[in-house]
């Protein structure tokens, strides 16, 4: 079992920075791919960026350039970097594990975090 506990979340204008942490209870190195996801209100939890156990990264198109996926295996923490935040980038942020990256692009992880507020107003 792994849980994982995001942090970092708040409130912020757009074109604000927010740095987003998610720590697990065990090491995750060469074990676990780890992902972020969202969700906004009445929309489906959608995939944000993925990094691998080897540090690749996949960004969804609309953060591109704007945020980044990181991880501090020695830690056991996965952060994301989120910067020139737009407003629709509002949603409850989630930290996710999985044991190959396949199950992260299906949204499908074995674990999942309980969820951070993010919320960017115009």
């Known amino acids: 079992q792994v849980q994982l506990v995001e942090s970092g979340g708040g409130s912020v204008q757009a074109g604000g920075s927010l740095r987003l942490s998610c720590a697990a209870s065990r090491s995750t190195a060469s074990t676990y791919c780890m992902g972020w996801f969202r969700q906004a209100p009445g929309k489906e939890r959608e995939g944000v960026a993925i990094i691998n156990t080897d540090g690749r990264t996949t960004y969804a198109d609309s953060v591109k350039g704007r945020f980044t996926i990181s991880r501090d295996d020695a830690k056991n923490t996965l952060f994301l970097q989120m910067d020139d935040l737009k407003p629709e980038d509002t949603g409850v942020y989630y930290c996710?594990?999985?044991?190959?990256?396949?199950?992260?692009?299906?949204?499908?992880?074995?674990?999942w975090g309980q969820g951070t507020q993010v919320t960017v107003s115009s």
């Open positions: 996710a594990a999985a044991s190959a990256w396949v199950e992260l692009v299906r949204k499908r992880p074995q674990y």
